[in-house]
C-alpha cells in the first residue's frame, strides 16, 4: 500500500505562482511513475504532468512552458511548482502514484485562481 498527501494548494490571483507538495509513505519501493492531475468542476480529471523515477518528464500541452515536476526520491516527494496560473487552472489537484499495476491516489488540495 502507497499513501500519498497533498498540501499547499491554495487561493492566487492569475499570473501568480503556487507550488503544490505530495508525500509518499508506504511501500514506497514499489512506486515507479507519480504526476499530478487536476479535476475542475463538472470535468473529468486530466493529467498535468508526470515524472518517472528516473526524472523523465511529460507534461499535458496547458502545462507545458508554465508548471515544472519534480521529485525527491530520498524525501519521497513530488512537486508541482505552477507559474503564470490562468483562472481556468482552478482544479482540485491529485498526486499520483503507480505501483506495479497499482494506481494510487491523493485526497486532493484545491488551487483556485482568481481573475
Known amino acids: 500500500q502507497v499513501q500519498l498527501v497533498e498540501s499547499g494548494g491554495g487561493l492566487v490571483q492569475a499570473g501568480g505562482s503556487l507550488r503544490v507538495s505530495c508525500a509518499a509513505s508506504?511501500?514506497?519501493?514499489?512506486?515507479?511513475?507519480m504526476g499530478w492531475y487536476r479535476q475542475a468542476p463538472g470535468k473529468q480529471r486530466e493529467l498535468v504532468a508526470i515524472?518517472?523515477?528516473?526524472?523523465?518528464?511529460n507534461y499535458a500541452d496547458s502545462a507545458k512552458g508554465r508548471f515544472t515536476i519534480s521529485r525527491d526520491n530520498v524525501k519521497n516527494m513530488v512537486y508541482l511548482q505552477m507559474n503564470s496560473l490562468k483562472p481556468e487552472d482552478t482544479a482540485v489537484y491529485y498526486c499520483?502514484?503507480?505501483?506495479?499495476?497499482?494506481?494510487?491516489w491523493g485526497q486532493g488540495t484545491q488551487v483556485t485562481v482568481s481573475s
Open positions: 499520483h502514484a503507480r505501483a506495479q499495476v497499482v494506481f494510487y
Open positions: 508506504g511501500s514506497i519501493f514499489s512506486i515507479s511513475t
Open positions: 515524472i518517472t523515477s528516473g526524472g523523465l518528464t
